[in-house]
């Protein structure tokens, strides 16, 4: 009886400092808003958008329309999200070398009058974009290139670039050197040949198909382009590349999912960076996607002033749970030209992950991964957990700092 209650009451301290460890993200969750609890603001934005459009709520829901109605202009955004005059010269000089395009849809999401705002430092040309520091293609992507579309850096899976064309044209992408001035998809002789390389090389068994963004290929063309994938035997499983759900969720249609789902296995990586993006549509979505089987990733690009915060991760991922998308990737910035503002240290993404392991599920913890430059590939790096390894003993820190060692 006595020996029972002892244990009890280290339970309950036990208990008690596990409380206590999450407080810090409890103080601060509710002020990290999703789009969702904030969808009343988002709301009036898509009102005062539609009124200047002279649209409907039809036509708001219609991807074709959202595609056709992206702003490319700063003076046409300016009664929607109050730019002052320096603002909308910058953004005109800015978009003469990197194109500049948001959907009405994204469009919405900006809180006006904060300046520090995720979505705005995502989607709308700053200044600082015309710093020359970085490269156009620190990946070398051109290096690794077959037939212009396809990017082989591993032995047994390949990616194919299959348009330029995007919801939005995010500020820190790394293939901006391919966006260009105009939408092009690419030509149907291209694809074949893509898929001919495929075909001759039995080793690849899991193609990506991305772009530019993969969903925003005609319906028709992702029917041909998977129907042919997966005449080939040794294709496994096909994945797509698309920021639709964030960008442009309309796109995410019916048609698309029935489309979709006849040639599983199919997986879908998404982008997030911010738990502002995960609104109602967003949702609606990736629960289409979800509904039709495909597993569901988000990567995540870690960028200064919008995400290098862990709470901010926490959030983040945490809310992705709920619409059913795996947090997969976390990448550390790229050191592309006229990105340098969104660029943030090693340590600030190693203290992030330190922060998820233990205080959140699993499953909400992705890898962090660093890019090795000139086609290096994917480099994952974790806090060190493993102090000694040796012969007969490994010694390690748990999440909280405890040590402890195992035989070896
Ligand atoms: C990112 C990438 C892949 C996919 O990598 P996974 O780690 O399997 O998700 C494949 N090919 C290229 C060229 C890539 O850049």
Redesign the pocket.
């Known amino acids: 009886m006595e020996e029972s209650m002892k244990i009890n009451k280290n339970n309950n301290n036990k208990f008690d400092r596990l409380k206590d460890s999450i407080l810090d993200y409890l103080d601060v969750k509710d002020s990290i808003k999703t789009g969702i609890e904030d969808y009343d603001r988002i709301k009036f934005q898509k009102r005062r958008i539609l009124e200047m459009l002279n649209a409907t709520d039809k036509d708001w829901d219609d991807y074709i329309w959202q595609l056709k109605s992206r702003f490319t202009n700063a003076a046409h955004i300016a009664p929607v999200i109050p730019l002052d005059g320096k603002e909308t010269g910058d953004i005109a000089r800015v978009a003469a070398k990197y194109r500049f395009a948001i959907s009405p849809y994204y469009l919405s999401l900006i809180e006006p009058g904060n300046p520090a705002c995720p979505i705005k430092k995502q989607s709308i040309p700053s200044v600082e974009e015309m710093s020359e520091e970085g490269e156009l293609d620190p ?1 070398d ?1 051109k290096g ?1 290139s077959i037939e212009d579309i396809i ?4 032995p047994d ?3 194919i670039k299959v348009t330029n064309i995007c919801g939005m044209f995010c500020r820190f992408c790394q293939r901006r050197r391919m966006i260009g001035e105009f939408d092009t998809n690419c030509s149907v002789e291209k694809l074949k040949k893509a898929v001919d390389y495929v075909s001759s090389n039995n080793e690849i068994r ?1 193609v ?1 198909i991305t772009g530019g963004d993969a969903f925003l290929l005609p319906d028709s063309q992702i029917q041909w382009l998977l129907s042919e994938l997966r005449k080939i035997k040794h294709v496994e499983i096909i994945r797509f590349g698309t920021r639709t759900p964030v960008t442009i969720p309309q796109r995410i249609t019916p048609n698309l999912v029935k489309i979709l789902k006849k040639y599983h296995p199919v997986f879908v990586n998404t982008h997030f960076n911010s738990p502002r993006e995960i609104t109602p549509e967003s949702k609606k979505a990736c629960e289409m996607l979800a509904d039709a089987g495909i597993p569901l990733g988000n990567q995540m690009v870690l960028l200064n002033g919008v995400n290098n915060d862990k709470h901010i991760v926490r959030k983040l991922n945490q809310s992705l749970l709920t619409l059913r998308v795996k947090p997969y ?1 976390i990448f550390h910035p790229k050191t592309v030209k006229g990105t340098k503002h969104f660029w943030v240290n090693i340590q600030e993404g190693l203290e992030i992950m330190e922060s998820l392991r233990g205080n959140t599920s699993g499953l909400a913890i992705p890898s962090y991964i660093v890019n090795g430059p000139k086609g290096l590939g ?1 480099t994952p790096i974790l806090p060190n957990y493993l102090l000694y390894i040796g012969k007969g003993k490994a010694v390690f820190r748990n999440w909280q700092g405890e040590t402890f060692e195992i035989p070896n």
């Open positions: 990946m992507e690794s990017t082989r850096r591993y899976r390949l990616i899991d990506l990737y994917k």
